[in-house]
């Protein structure tokens, strides 16, 4: 987290709008050009006060946030930059100039280095509201999800009587990972836990989803009660409950559960445990009274499994703000957004790597082979092609074609989008 200290000089004389030295009209075009060398140079001078104002009443950091100059941003935390700066003749922030810029990176950097999310602009309009506005939703997923680490950290040290803590400090880095990611998806929830040894550990898993109930908790609870914050942490904790139920019962690796929530059903490939589990994290939500809760259900009760829209979509969109578009491509694994690898043998289906397409081979493959028949023989079923002696040949030939498609041991892996990811090997 980058701390922001205000200097000596400014606590004495405080910026007015426009009263800048020559050096500070300087740092103000530095700043939005995002040329930290020079910055560097500009900051070191005594007549430069790094929370200047602009005749707009504009900060230096207002001006790198606006430009998406993330290194520039960086910088002047450093140097004691004001995250909630509110002297702009319209009341903006340099959080809700981040989400107009739509710079990702900027936006959680100025969140993490303490920016109020809730401050209005002369139009009464909160940073996330801004960024929806201009269309930049990928701001306002980071804005609307953003959750403090020092939050976190609270649990990391033993409390009233406590001897111990309810959250070893070891842990917080990795659970806070999982907080703030913005993919729903169970199976990259799953595969965060995975990656991490230190999760994949039922003490570790245990002590990990109490606390994600605390904080659920906390949110509703709090005056400003959160329901959006407290059903997504409710989710985390159902995903880490549920890594924990499968590492009691012998699955170290975790494999089995991803298993469970890729496997499709053989009509049609769709994940019925996996949206099953989505549907029974929000029905456990223990607030029944909460908007959110009618919400999510009224939207998903009437549809049934493998109908539109899912309960993954219905939740992304409720806790991100972002909605599960048809025409964009995610990953048939983990639901990673704009995936552009596809499989080269059946073309209808996309992943984010290798380690994604090896993972969902298993069920897969019962579609990938009907599918390119299909495409390929449209007029010829599947089950007609050993019909007769010439089909036998062609199916025989079918089948070595398959095995060619599908050994990928001897090609590349590289970023060429599209077809360049070749079928899994049974």
Known sequence: MIVAKMTTHENINPPKKGDLTGEEKEMIQVAAAGDVKEAIQLLSNSN????????????PLMHAS????????????????????????????????????GNAETTEMILDAGAETDLVNSVGRTAAQMAAFVGQHDCVTVINNFFSRARLEYYTRPQG???EPKLPPKLAGPLHKIIMTTNLNPVKMVMLVKENPLLVDVVAL?????????????????????????????????????CLAFLQERDHTLDALLKSLLKGRDGDGFPRYQE??????????????????????HCIAPVEIGGDPTAFSVLTQALTGQMVLKDTEYCATCGEKDADKKCSYCKMVVYCGQACQRLHWFTHKRQCRAQYVQRNSPARPLRDLSSSAHDRDVAEATSSMLALCLDFSHCAFDDTPADDLPAEQD
């Open 206 to 242: 245990e002590k990990c989803y109490r606390v994600m109930d605390l904080l659920c908790e906390q949110c509703v609870k709090q005056p400003d009660m959160n329901e959006v914050l407290a059903m997504k942490m409710h989710y985390i904790s159902c995903v880490l409950q549920k």
């Open 66 to 101: 606006y430009k998406g100059k993330a290194d520039m941003c960086r910088l002047l935390l450093q140097h004691g930059a004001d995250v909630n700066s509110n002297e702009h003749e319209y009341g903006y922030t340099a959080l809700m100039f981040a989400g107009l810029s």
């Open 276 to 297: 099953k589990f989505i549907r029974d994290c929000i029905r456990k939500f223990p607030y029944c009274e909460a908007t959110l809760l009618q919400q999510l259900v």
């Open 161 to 163: 009587s406590e001897r």
């Open 48 to 59: 430069v006060r790094v929370n200047c104002l602009d005749e707009y009443g504009m900060t």
